[in-house]
Structure formats: C-alpha cells, structure tokens
C-alpha cells in the first residue's frame, strides 16, 4: 500500500466543462466560466471584487503593482512562508523585512510587527498558514495606525474565516491559490481579492495587460488601448472551466478533508499529551478549512528518523518551508534578527499525506506507523537511561 503525499481529486465534470469551454469558440481569459468562477466567490464570500489568475504568484505581484510598489519600500512578510510572497515584492524593487512566526502556530507574530515597521514600511503581508487565521485584528489597527496596505496572502485559506469573515475579505487586497496541492485545484490556478474601491478599476486594467479591454467590452468605452503596466495575469477557459467543476462540489470537498484532519488529530492527541510532538493549534478567532495536517516533532533528527521510517512504510510525509530569511537568495539582505520560531518550524515541522480519497485504511496505517516509531524511541530511550543508572 503506497501511500503519496498528495493525490489531485477531480469530481467528474472537469472533462465536460472544458469540453463546454471548447466548443463556446472562445477559450482565452475572461469568459463565461471565468465569469462564473469569480460570481461564486464574490456571492459566498462577500468578495468586492474576484480576478481569476493564471497562479496566486500572480495575484501577489498584481497586489505589489496596485500598491505601487517602488525600489527602497519595505514590505513586512513572515520568513516562514513560500518564496512567492516575498519575489512578488522584490520584483518591484521592495527591501523583504522578514518577521518572526508565532510559537504555537507558523503563522505572523503579530505582537512583535509593531517593532519591524519604519518610516519606510508600505504594506504587511500576514500568510495563513495551514488555512488558520493570522490575528487580523492586530494587523489591521497597525495598518490603520501607521497608513500601511494589508495583502493577505490566502494562498491557502479557503473556505476559512476569521472571527466570521472570510479569509480573503479583510485585508486591502488578498491573493488565493488553486494549485494541485490545494483544498480547491485546477492545476495551476489562482484569483486576486480585491476590498478596497481604490483598486477595482485599476486590477481589471492591470489584468488586461494594462489595457481597458474589458471596458470595451461591456461598452463602457468605444476603444481600447494601452492606459497602465500590466501583464497577461488572466488563466484561460479551460482551466476556469476546470475550476467550476471543483467548485460546485466545495462543500463535499470540504466536509470530507474535515473528517481526515479529524481522524489525525484525534488518534495523536495522545502523543502530543505525553511531550514527543505538537498537533496544530487553533486559536479561538480562526477555523479549520482542513488544508493540511502538520505535526511539529521535538527537533531535526526526531522529524529526519520519522520521515525515513515513514518511508520505509511507503508513505510519502514531507516538511515545508525553509526560512527565506536564511535563502542563499536573500540571506545577505537580512538584517541579522534571529528568528527562532521559523527556524524551528523549518527543522521540525513534518506535513502528512492528506487528500480527499485517503482511505481509512491508509490513515490507519499512517497513524500506527507514527505511534510505533515513537513507541520504539521511548523504549530505547528508557534503556539508556537504566543504563546511566547502573
């Protein structure tokens, strides 16, 4: 029984609806499942305004360009974080202020961002990690009080609220994520979340490539041309049409991922109550949109031995992020802060396979195999120390 990290699920009508897509003569960006898709999200969610893009890394650099990114900004992110939330903001010419995460979730610490901001700070840029909600609230009054933009970067936060809201709702402008490793997929895929009406008409003509095109088109102009930057952010049909059929079945989707996350955390509580790891926590703010299921191991060569033996059971785990504040790439650049709770999450933190067909027997498994490998390390700890006794 192989068991992979990760396994796309498809609900059965992807095929149809990109056939659909085909067949309507038109199959570049902007059409009716785009349309669709985006209706969804701004109707479920409350959404001002939804832009399909071809990857949230996309999204992210629409974010920089509508905030006027400019060489000398600084832009607060997490190191812990995958390195497209701080390339979106280099490519700008930004200076990546890297901040520290919390000790009980990989997320911001929001108490120590106060600290990091300078005359120089344009925007704060809160990951939600695992789908668990940063302290927004916190972020928010220090964007206020300070005149900074929030970009959430919801890559993978769907379906998950804070405090009631929407992940994706509360900040100036937010980026989600439809990658093949995300609750809702379509392959690559991504969507920009605009909240603020200073940017709902500049985002449209910056996903255009900086022409009003889609003004022409709904005849609110008798031409279109060149008015700003911009780029082809737009994804095609095919993979909007895609995405709609991940849609429509969300709540399915959701529910069943729920019951896996469940399944985990229940049968290794007990493992967290004896000291040898630390489960995900959830504040009381935040939901479980059941992205993924981490466990956090006591250090490196806890998690190294535990991946091997998990291996050697033919079940795929993996760790996550390295800190960006330790990259060949940025590590000269940063300011020299320790940061120790995302390095610990870099060394310690182990993501186990998780997706929507995870049989019960397969979790089983991999919830035994963990128990095991843990059994064995008491076992020969408690040897060595009757040992050191003698």
Not at 112 to 123: D, F, G, Q, V
Not at 134 to 150: G, R, S
Not at 246 to 260: P, T
Request: hydrophobic residues 40%.
């Amino acid at each position: 029984m192989k068991i992979p990290f990760n396994k796309p699920y498809l609900t059965g009508k992807e095929a149809h609806y990109m056939y659909e897509a085909v067949f309507t003569g038109k199959i570049s960006g902007n059409g009716v499942f785009t349309k669709k898709c985006q209706k969804l999200f701004e109707e479920k969610y409350g959404f001002r305004k939804t832009l399909l893009t071809t990857s949230c890394t996309d999204a992210l650099e629409m974010a920089a360009i509508l905030i006027d990114i400019k060489p000398g900004d600084e832009v607060i992110i997490p190191s812990y974080t995958f390195v497209s939330t701080a390339n979106a903001f280099v490519l700008r010419g930004a200076k990546i202020i890297f901040a520290d995460s919390e000790k009980s979730t990989p997320n911001i610490d929001a108490d120590k961002l106060e600290e990091l901001i300078t005359e120089r700070t344009r925007a704060i840029v809160p990951v939600h990690y695992a789908g668990i909600a940063c302290d927004m609230d916190k972020i928010m009054d220090l964007a206020e009080k300070y005149n900074l933009f929030v970009v959430e970067d919801a890559a993978q936060a769907i379906d998950s609220y804070y405090k009631g809201r929407p992940l994706g709702s509360i900040g100036h402008l937010a980026a989600m994520s439809f990658h093949e490793t995300k609750n809702i997929i379509s392959g690559e895929g991504g969507m920009l979340i605009i909240n603020d009406e200073r940017f709902l008409r500049r985002a449209e003509i910056i996903w255009e490539k900086g022409t009003n095109r889609a003004e022409f088109f709904r005849g609110e102009v008798d031409k279109y041309g060149w008015v700003d930057i911009g780029s082809s952010f737009l994804p095609s049909e095919i993979i909007a049409a895609f995405l709609y059929a991940q849609l429509e079945n969300l709540d399915n989707i959701q529910a069943k991922r729920r019951q896996i996350w469940d399944y985990y955390y229940k049968n290794l509580k007990f493992l967290e109550e004896k000291g040898y790891l630390q489960l995900p926590d959830l504040p009381d703010y935040a939901t479980n949109n059941a992205h993924m299921f981490y466990i956090v191991c006591n250090n490196l060569n806890v998690r190294t031995d535990l991946i091997k033996t998990l291996k050697e059971n033919e079940i795929l785990s993996v760790f996550h992020y390295l800190s960006l504040h330790k990259s060949p790439f940025y590590g000269d650049k940063h300011d020299g802060r320790e940061l120790k709770n995302s390095d610990m999450y870099s060394d310690c933190l182990l993501r186990l396979p998780f997706y929507y067909e995870l049989t019960e027997e397969e979790l089983e498994k991999i919830v035994l195999t963990i128990r095991d490998f843990y059994e064995i390390r008491i076992q020969i700890e408690e040897i060595y120390e009757r040992g050191g006794e003698n």
